[in-house]
């Protein structure tokens, strides 16, 4: 079993729409990374989160340290948000490992 | 703002050739990445380095591959005899501690022929 997966696989919206996409983790974190890769493959950080909430312009990361999960939402979704995004687990201090999730592809149609 | 770069963006080579992979990590980060995408599967972590050793490494980073820091701004990735297997996109990121966000580079393709 993954240790870090992620759903839907793939996720279809119309532009404009509320977007969520779901992760869930079986190991102790200090922190839980989202990561957009583009098309091309170019990775770029969302979030780093360790507890609670963060929101940048349209995007919101959640984390549920209890129940081991994280959402990552967009808001008015357009379609220059088309990417597939990544959580990955950040296992301690005693480890620099980041472990990926398989990711969730995005399209958003206009 | 400052970014992670690597060159080439695409490398074709043959087997059992060698190929040094090139990363340029923010300036003043400490702690460097190197990590790859075999296509369509997920990311994975090969390496970490820090204080010019290696830090952590997985078990797919075997002899055949090594990193090092040549000078002040430059990070390598060799891989020594390059296998079919090794295709991938290799990702290099660096941050400026161990616990703070990873920024990553846009990544090299890499084919093996």
């Known amino acids: 079993k993954n240790e870090v997966e992620q759903s839907p696989q793939n996720l279809t919206a119309q532009e404009g729409e509320f977007i969520t996409i779901n992760c869930s983790y079986s190991v102790g974190i200090s922190a839980l990374h989202w990561l957009q890769q583009h098309p091309g493959g170019g990775i770029v950080s969302l979030f780093m989160l360790s507890s609670g909430k963060k929101k940048h312009g349209r995007l919101i990361a959640t984390i549920n340290i209890q129940e081991k999960h994280s959402s990552l939402h967009i808001t008015a979704s357009h379609p220059r948000d088309s990417a597939v995004y990544i959580c990955a687990a950040d296992k301690g201090i005693n480890t620099d490992k980041l472990i990926f999730g398989t990711g969730t592809r995005l399209q958003v149609f206009p | 703002e400052p970014e992670v770069t690597q060159t080439p963006s695409h490398q074709v080579t043959q087997m059992g050739q060698e190929v040094i992979l090139r990363c340029v990590p923010i300036s003043n980060h400490l702690y460097f990445y190197w990590y790859r995408q075999i296509l369509g599967q997920k990311v994975e972590f090969l390496v970490s380095?820090?204080?010019?050793?290696?830090?952590?490494k997985s078990e797919i980073f075997d002899d055949q591959f090594s990193v090092e820091r040549p000078d002040g701004s430059n990070f390598t990735l060799k891989i020594r005899s390059t296998k079919l297997e090794d295709s991938a996109m290799y990702f290099c990121?660096?941050?400026?501690?161990?616990?703070?966000?990873?920024?990553f580079g846009p990544g090299t393709r890499l084919t093996v022929l």
């Open positions: 380095f820090y204080n010019n050793e290696i830090s952590e």
């Open positions: 990121a660096s941050s400026g501690s161990e616990d703070s966000t990873q920024y």
